[in-house]
Structure formats: structure tokens, C-alpha cells
């Protein structure tokens, strides 16, 4: 699997970001390529933290997470995101796809 399925992953299912302060004129761009750059590094299948996927992404915690929440929607292939706890607050996340195979 490649970052083009992300982005093409059906033909019927097309990006599409909502939000009461989305702006597709100021935020389209930004919010597809941080998504473009959360699912490169998180389609090699293996737990990352959010930090960790901060400095991959050169995002923000807080950005990556709500990509990770995207990709979780349908629109934006409906992937399953694990969650497992490392110590106190500080957690993992892993990839799969939508039928539960690794990708």
C-alpha cells in the first residue's frame, strides 16, 4: 500500500474536511497534506506516539491526533487506529485497515 491509496482509496469516497472554522481557502491544503504525512508514517504498521508522530510529521500533538481521528471516518478510509496505553497518559497508536488486516 502506497500514499496514493490514502487519497484514492475508493472512487465513490473523496477527501473532504468539515469543521465550523474549516475554511477549504486556508485549510485545505494544510489538513491534506498533514494527513498525507500522519498515514505515510503510520501505514509502516507499527506503534507510534503522539510524540513521536509530532517530530515525524513536523505537525503539532494536537494535529496529529485529530488526523488520526480523520482516518478513522469513512470518507477517510475508515482505518482502525489501536490505542494502547505505554505508562500513565502516554499512549500508542498503530494502523490498520478497515477489515482489521495490517497494512
Do not use: C
Not at 52 to 69: D, F, I, P, Y
Not at 81 to 95: A, P, Q
Amino acid at each position: 500500500m502506497n500514499q496514493l491509496d490514502l487519497f484514492s482509496h475508493s472512487p465513490r469516497t473523496r477527501l473532504r474536511f468539515d469543521g465550523d472554522t474549516y475554511d477549504p481557502a486556508k485549510d485545505e491544503h494544510r489538513l491534506r497534506t498533514e494527513l498525507g504525512r500522519v498515514w505515510t508514517v503510520m501505514s509502516d504498521g507499527k506503534w507510534h506516539t503522539l510524540a513521536e508522530l509530532e517530530w515525524r510529521t513536523e505537525g503539532s500533538q494536537a494535529g496529529v491526533s485529530a488526523r488520526l481521528r480523520d482516518l478513522r471516518k469513512h470518507r477517510f478510509g475508515g482505518y482502525l487506529v489501536d490505542r494502547k496505553r505505554i505508562v500513565g497518559g502516554l499512549y500508542e497508536y498503530r494502523l490498520r485497515r478497515p477489515d482489521g488486516r495490517t497494512l
